[in-house]
């Protein structure tokens, strides 16, 4: 009975030896970055954009070996503009995928759901193109890449006064995007003293806008501010021309995308678009060049370098001396609180958004783009097929 008890006594001590040597050499997480963005639904723009850029940056690090001998694997989800699909594929990025990061989240309405989504299971998220304002209010695991729109409101206002206008109309469609838009508008231009003559609000699946507008002609406007998707959008510019109107008309980020200009064409040119994208800047045209050698010819859009900015702070933060730490450690949700203190630590810098004069200030907000010296102004051009640099002062008079 002895000679048993001393056995099992010894096994106990095998056993529990062999635990903490397993404990100590546990194996290193895996380097997984889930991209999870609309590529296929009213947005996808945004999505396909954003993770061309994002590759940009990571397939050049992956072929030099990664970081610390380890390559990064990105992890792609298609959301098709659907919330509830959004929330599926982030709860499997970070219990099945073990993700590390979740990067896209640009239409609003699925950045609310990963947002969610991310702060239940303790994962950082690096939130691109959404607009709402709220997105990054009282912000633990989430940050923001692009800017607000109550960021774009700022610019516009900040041009049409610069431009001498009085009096403006909005027409806004009826989903939160548009609504949130014309609201932050109104506030941004009553700073400023411009009048808003009408607001006209439209069902975002209306075939036939011409109310709204009959409205907007009869106050006669100096200029017309428009909050669309990309096919009301182009609904709302056709008939404001069938209809004669001739007034500059400003379509904050909308006005951008490839959906919206193919879809306006000739009507289309002209439109003036607040960019974060100062295509001015050499290493901002240098980028763009090598996008299109590599993906097709693309229009100035933000979309690309935001996944490249964010693609650009990811790969600091991974390389940050806490954050390999418990990389090494195999600790996830270590390596995930990392994760989300590095980005505060490394984000201010300047990126290939923006202008020289304004970046990334994430020390200060987990909202990143600065209020100042964000934004220039773009104009539709050669029926879409262009988007052209246009001196802000001027942008706005006929």
Avoid: W
């Avoid at 940009?56 to 959301?79: F, H, R, S, W």
């Avoid at 231009?189 to 003559?197: D, M, P, Q, S, T």
């Avoid at 299109?292 to 940050?320: C, H, M, N, R």
């Amino acid at each position: 009975m002895k000679r048993t008890k001393e056995f099992l006594f010894g096994s106990a001590l095998v056993a529990a030896a062999a635990l903490a040597t397993g404990a100590a050499t546990a194996a290193p997480l895996d380097l997984v970055i889930c991209h999870i963005d609309d590529r296929s639904g009213s947005a996808a723009d945004t999505g396909i954009e954003s993770l061309n850029g994002l590759n940009m940056v990571l397939e050049p690090l992956n072929e030099a070996g990664g970081i610390n001998g380890q390559k990064i694997k990105l992890v792609t989800y298609d959301t098709k503009t659907d919330p509830q699909l959004a929330a599926n594929f982030g709860t499997r990025c970070a219990e099945d995928d073990k993700g590390l990061l979740v990067i896209g989240a640009s239409p609003s309405a699925v950045a609310n759901s990963l947002v969610t989504v991310a702060n239940q299971n303790k994962i950082p998220l690096y939130v691109l193109a959404a607009a709402s304002p709220e997105l990054t209010d009282n912000a633990v695991y989430q940050f923001r890449f692009g800017p607000k729109v109550t960021q774009d409101s700022i610019a516009v206002a900040n041009a049409l006064e610069q431009s001498g206008v009085k009096g403006v109309a909005i027409i806004n469609n009826s989903v939160p995007f548009g609504i949130t838009g014309a609201a932050s508008a109104a506030e941004a231009l009553a700073k400023k003293n411009i009048a808003i003559v009408t607001q006209q609000t439209y069902d975002v699946a209306a075939t036939d806008v011409s109310p709204q507008v009959i409205n907007v002609m009869q106050t006669s406007p100096e200029a017309i501010l428009v909050y669309p998707y990309p096919a009301d959008g182009a609904r709302v510019v056709r008939t404001l021309r069938q209809m004669g109107l001739e007034q500059p008309v400003i379509m904050p980020r909308v006005g951008m995308m490839k959906a919206f200009r193919e879809l306006a064409a000739e009507v289309g040119n002209g439109v003036l678009v607040p960019s974060s994208v100062d295509i001015t800047r050499p290493e901002v045209a240098d980028f763009f060049k090598k996008y299109t050698e590599k993906y097709g010819p693309l229009a100035i859009s933000a979309s690309p370098v935001q996944g490249f900015d964010a693609g650009t702070l990811a790969i600091a933060v991974l390389k940050d001396e806490t954050v390999q730490q418990a990389i090494q450690a195999g600790d996830l949700q270590a390596a995930r609180d990392a994760i989300r203190d590095a980005t505060q630590k490394h984000g201010d810098f300047t990126g290939l958004q923006g202008t020289a004069k304004g970046g990334y200030r994430f020390s200060q907000s987990h909202h990143g783009p600065t209020d100042d010296g964000f934004f220039v102004f773009v104009k539709v051009g050669e029926n879409g097929a262009a988007l052209e640099s246009v001196d802000t002062a001027t942008a706005l008079k006929n």
